[in-house]
Antibody
């Protein structure tokens, strides 16, 4: 079964850091771009970051709201994508989802989503 | 930055056709994608590359994209279709979402 499972969420104080993990199974992880999204309580979906496959340089893209604070990475040997979040603020409180890019074309849809992990930034 | 605009809500009677629009500058020159999100659940891709349905998505879901507007159409809407729907596109290597549309089935 193709599956993504996020972990690492929790309660964190403003200004602190947190690292999220996204563990993939059921597909060839290294062949797919991976992305992180988030959804604040009662709000819409927001894209956070994207990382391409190694064959495309493993390059990374970030939303303006997190650039310079968040870092996306991947370990293809472990089938895991990470999101390192630094200098967290209350505005970062959200459910964080990881997702797989379909990769039938460049800049494709996101067809597999994890169940999400809640990050709460509060003192 | 690029923006996608959706109506906040759309209502449709059970069995009728629902249309949800997504507007953006020259959106027709890009691919539009649509996701369904039921309460408390993760998003599900329902339309990709403007008109294609992923495996397992019912035929009553269809999409179009031309000019400045992409449209998600749900024919013979069922109660189970009640959800939030988000359009998405890529612009300058970034992912952009519309604000979402809450579909209510009466």
């Amino acid at each position: 079964e193709v599956q993504l499972v996020e972990s690492g969420g929790g309660l964190v104080q403003p200004g602190r850091s947190l690292r999220l993990s996204c563990t993939a199974s059921g597909f060839s992880f290294g062949d797919y771009g991976m992305s992180w999204f988030r959804q604040a309580p009662g709000k819409g979906l927001e894209w956070v970051a994207f990382i391409r496959i190694k064959a495309f340089g493993g390059t990374k893209e970030y939303a303006a709201s997190v650039k310079g604070r968040f870092t996306i990475s991947r370990d293809d040997s472990k089938n895991i994508a990470y999101l390192q979040m630094n200098s967290l603020t209350t505005e970062d409180t959200a459910v964080y989802y990881c997702s797989r890019e379909m990769a039938t074309i460049e800049e494709d849809a996101f067809d597999i989503w994890g169940q999400g992990t809640l990050v709460t930034v509060s003192s | 930055s690029y923006e996608l605009t959706q109506p906040p809500s759309v209502s449709v009677s059970s069995g009728q056709t629902a249309s949800i629009t997504c507007s953006g500058d020259k959106l027709g020159d890009k691919y539009a994608y649509w996701y369904q999100q039921r309460p408390g659940q993760s998003p599900v891709l329902v339309i990709y590359q403007d008109t294609k349905r992923p495996s397992g998505i019912p035929e009553r879901f269809s999409g179009s994209n031309s000019g400045n507007t992409a449209t998600l159409t749900i024919s013979g809407t069922q109660a189970m279709d009640e959800a939030d729907f988000y359009c998405q596109a890529w612009d300058s290597s970034t992912v952009v979402f519309g604000g979402g549309t809450k579909l209510t089935v009466l």
